[in-house]
């Protein structure tokens, strides 16, 4: 009897499996030729992510498919990836048919424009466009964004970067101190990061965390994601690098179960399209996977990008007006050879072990360890007792000369600007400085450096409830502690350098009254930051025939405090040892209503309220220094935000409109920088809180296949971002501490309601045509025109100190005119883009090159600021100082190109 039983059992068992076990076949054809495509990869999401390829023929298949619900993604080099919703419910076999993908050449090598290069040299590099991120999105408006606006500082909504997360691996890479991502930390890694696991736009919702008003970007590194085989390519360009290789040889899931990717590149340039600087950079990608069982998958990931590069100057109209918009202040000849001071050095190497557990099709985990070290330093020149020996110091300018009436000497200092004597730095003379003291150096290269240890933890559960209800939960912690602190780099022929501030003469480490810093010695400050932080999100997307509802929701605890190694002289009770311990408990709400009128026609609706703790640098205005604060002043920022869209997908056109809206309350906004005001000259650190902003627009886009091989383009995007209130001010300076014993004084507010940030260009269209030749070549041209773009105004001239304790008696026309913003002019752009790609049998060749502003326009100010030192009405109404101390404008480069050829197999 009982062995009737078990043979019952065991024939139920295996009809069951052979019921519940489905074949699935499709062949993928080129859209526009009819041509089988082969070497395509093919994945069936929610079947332990297995991935097949495309034959000759363009067919595969999935064999032994359980029932369930699942993704089909294909994707491959020259195509638009390709998805499609599958239900297996019992079937022997689903046939799909022809599968026709759309050849797309932005797709032959997605690394073509990324966040531009130039951008990340810079010092300003924070503020750098996003839109690079953007560039893996099929939405017409943010693909056209990335490469054709995004190359020209427009930021999508006007948003700063530290709205937009990114993550490897569901770990969160923004860094704690200003909450942006370092993209230096994986630069070059493009066979990596080329088709990000999820990309979200605005306030789409996301797979990985509850993300910000500028989206998600994940990137999974397990090898069987990432495209099989072997790639190698060259690139020539003349931006600030002038060649880059890179080489990533990928052997896919073998049969044993074991995936290996390894990638590694460099970039490099004597000298890049700034005068005097320099570019040397190296990538590195380690990926290690291992499948157990159809349940489990183990990877194991490293990936590092040591470089070294120097950057320019940020000058002014009189600058650029003698010596050109490559003009850079920072080099100087020394023994033949350009040296530049300003060096930036970067090397943060991450490590990370995942874990996927497949429970079944309908639910998975997903658990990350990560590990991140390393370092960020950049160096300046320094000296203590001595003049500056800067070029374009005010006192070093010709204007400085036309100030002090002295109309002789400024021609002759012009003179010497423009034969080139003046206008760079002279080694030489820091040397002999150094030499004629005789022990201690009066000039000297510093380091200033952060030192960043992070270790991660990240787990995601998602799971379908129902065939039509997604539910998932996250969960992330994370500690990181940060040292930051100067070095000496070079004494320049000097023994030491003093243990004294250059301002104030006082000792910069009571402690150690007798310390001197030689070179890799710490000096000036010294002090670490460290942070943790939490937060769960829950998210719910129910799906129906008419209506797809997601809400999600988050809540996340932070808690930092600083821990000063130094104590000051000037501070003496906030200076050294830990500091008082923040702590801020956040939470937000989101929401997606997507509308499905028909097939082709939808309406998205999308709404966030959530609120954000301010970083360490914003609480700690002058954390170097001291940690002083303005108690009552830090709170979290609230933010909310919407947008509402209409949406056409036919088979010819896609279109989209967007009005979004965007309120953000409580900032907290610093600077540094002199003062030259009633009171007197000073060096400061500006705070201002309760800064509430606004960014209101619009965003049309539309793409037509006019036919089979011409494709028309279009974008506008519509910005009005404002400050709306008028926020409290602060100044923090050492010379309030000597004159009356206060870190800070409080300026009452800045009225600052109406003007505009500062954002790059506000508005911007854009028009492409692109002719794709079935024989795989293609040819694009495309218009791109820049408006509204203002430069960032400077707080301090919107106070009421601004008009005290001033001698002239104030005209309102002229002070209308020196609080009058600037805009700077309206530009048009023409870039193109050509290229083609061959087969030889497994073996795909392809060539492209890409020019931005064809016509060399080199008018164009991609922002700027305006300097604090125009601290009264008197000196803002005087012509020479408007000169000597004008705003200071990043221009754009002018005509660049990038060439690319590569071969993969």
């Known amino acids: 009897m009982n062995k009737l039983l078990l043979s019952i059992s065991l024939i139920t068992l295996v009809v069951g499996t052979m019921q519940a076990q489905s074949k699935i076949t499709g062949i993928a054809k080129n859209s526009v030729t009819g041509e089988e495509v082969y070497n395509l990869t ?84 924070s503020t750098a466009s996003n839109a690079g991120l953007l560039q893996s999105s099929r939405d017409v408006f943010a693909r056209v964004a990335a490469f054709e606006l995004g190359s020209y500082w427009f930021k999508p909504r006007g948003y700063d970067n530290k709205y937009n997360d990114i993550h490897f691996n569901g770990i969160r890479m923004n860094k704690i101190d200003n909450g942006r991502a370092t993209f230096n930390n994986w630069g070059g890694l493009n066979d990596v990061t080329r088709r990000p696991d999820e990309l979200t736009y605005g306030l789409e919702p996301s797979v990985y965390s509850f993300g910000d008003i500028g989206g998600v970007t994940n990137f999974d590194t397990r090898p069987s994601t990432l495209r099989k085989g072997i790639s190698l390519a060259y690139s020539a360009t003349n931006r600030s690098y002038r060649n880059r290789i890179m080489a990533t040889y990928n052997t896919g899931l073998m049969d044993n179960g074991w995936a290996f990717m390894v990638s590694g590149s460099r970039r490099w340039a004597e000298e890049g399209l700034t005068e005097g600087t320099f570019h040397d950079s190296w990538g590195y990608f380690i990926g290690i996977e291992k499948r157990l069982n159809s349940n489990h998958t183990l990877n194991f990931t490293a990936f590092g990008a040591p470089n070294r ?29 350009k040296r530049n001071e300003r060096v930036k050095e970067t090397f943060e190497p991450v490590f990370q072990l995942s874990h996927h557990w497949n429970f079944n099709s309908k639910s998975k985990l997903f658990t990350t360890l990560s590990y991140q070290t390393g370092r960020e330093a950049g160096s300046r020149l320094n000296w203590y007792n001595a003049p500056n020996p800067t070029p374009n110091y005010y006192r070093n300018m010709p204007s400085w000369q036309l100030f002090l009436g002295n109309e002789e000497q400024y021609n002759l200092k012009k003179e010497d600007w423009l034969n080139g004597s003046a206008s760079q730095l002279n080694w030489n003379k820091l040397y002999q400085a150094n030499l004629n003291v005789g022990k201690h150096s009066v000039y000297y290269l510093t380091n200033d450096v952060n030192e960043d240890k992070t270790a991660s933890f990240y787990t995601n559960f998602k799971t379908d409830l129902t065939n039509n209800i997604e539910l998932i939960i996250a969960g992330t912690y994370q500690n990181v502690k940060s040292e930051l602190f100067r070095e000496v780099e070079d004494l320049l022929g000097g023994q030491y350098a003093k243990n004294h501030d250059d301002f104030s003469n006082v000792l910069q480490d009571v402690n150690n009254p007798d310390y001197v810093a030689k070179v890799g010695d710490r000096h000036e400050y010294d002090y670490e930051i460290n942070r943790n932080h939490a937060d769960l999100y829950i998210q719910s997307k129910i799906k129906g025939n008419l209506l797809d509802v997601t809400i999600g929701m988050h809540g996340s605890y932070t808690d930092f405090y600083r821990e000063g190694k130094f104590k000051h002289g000037l501070y003496l009770d906030n200076s050294y040892g830990k500091s008082k311990t923040y702590d801020f408990f956040n939470y937000g709400i989101k929401s997606n209503f997507l509308f499905k009128l028909n097939g082709r026609n939808f309406i998205a609706v999308n709404g966030q309220y959530s609120t954000e703790a301010p970083t360490a640098d914003e609480v700690f205005p002058n954390a170097r220094l001291h940690d002083i604060t303005v108690e009552e002043s830090i709170v979290n920022a609230k933010i909310y935000s919407g947008d509402v869209s209409y949406i056409f997908r036919g088979p010819k056109v896609k279109a989209r409109a967007t009005a979004f809206y965007t309120k953000i309350e409580d900032e907290i906004e610093k600077g540094f920088g002199y003062i030259d005001g009633g009171e007197g000259s000073y060096f400061v650190a500006e705070l201002m809180t309760g800064v509430d902003k606004q960014h209101l627009g619009a965003e049309l886009a539309i793409e037509a296949q006019i036919t089979p091989t011409i494709k028309v383009s279009g974008v506008a995007a519509l910005g009005q971002y404002t400050y709306t209130n008028n926020p409290d001010y602060y100044l923090f300076s050492d010379d309030f501490i000597k004159s009356d014993g206060r870190a800070f004084r409080d300026y009452d507010i800045s009225y600052l309601k109406d003007y505009r940030l500062q954002t790059g260009p506000q508005t911007g269209y854009s028009l492409g045509i692109e002719y794709r030749d079935p024989k795989f070549w293609w040819l694009g041209v495309s218009g791109n025109y820049l408006t509204n773009n203002y430069l960032d105004v400077a707080p301090y001239r919107r106070t009421v100190n601004f008009i005290r304790d001033i001698e002239n008696e104030i005209n309102e026309e002229k002070l209308k005119e020196v609080l009058k913003q600037s805009r700077v002019s309206d530009e048009f752009m023409l870039n193109l883009n050509v290229g083609k790609t061959f087969r030889f049998g497994s073996y795909y060749l392809g060539t492209s090159l890409t020019v931005n502003n064809i016509l060399d326009n080199k008018n164009y100010i991609t922002g700027g600021f305006e300097q604090l030192r125009l601290g009264n009405y008197d000196n803002a109404i005087n012509e020479n100082q408007q000169t000597l101390f004008g705003p200071r404008m990043f221009y754009g480069a002018g005509r660049t190109f990038f060439f690319n050829v590569f071969v993969r197999f």
């Open 42 to 125: 093919v994945r069936l999401d929610g079947m332990s992510n297995e991935a097949v390829m495309t034959d000759r023929i363009g067919y595969f298949q999935f064999i032994d498919v359980p029932d369930g619900h699942y993704k089909l993604q294909i994707l491959g080099v020259g195509f638009d990836p390709y998805e499609q919703s599958i239900n297996v419910a019992g079937e022997k076999e689903i046939e799909l048919g022809e599968i026709l993908l759309t050849f797309n050449p932005n797709n032959i090598d997605v690394g073509l424009i990324t966040l531009n290069e130039d951008e990340l040299s810079a010092d300003e590099s």
């Open 309 to 337: 590069r120097s950057t320019g100057s940020v000058n002014t109209q009189e600058m650029v007006d003698m010596k050109g918009i490559y003009y850079n202040s920072f080099w100087g000849w020394q023994d033949g050879e």
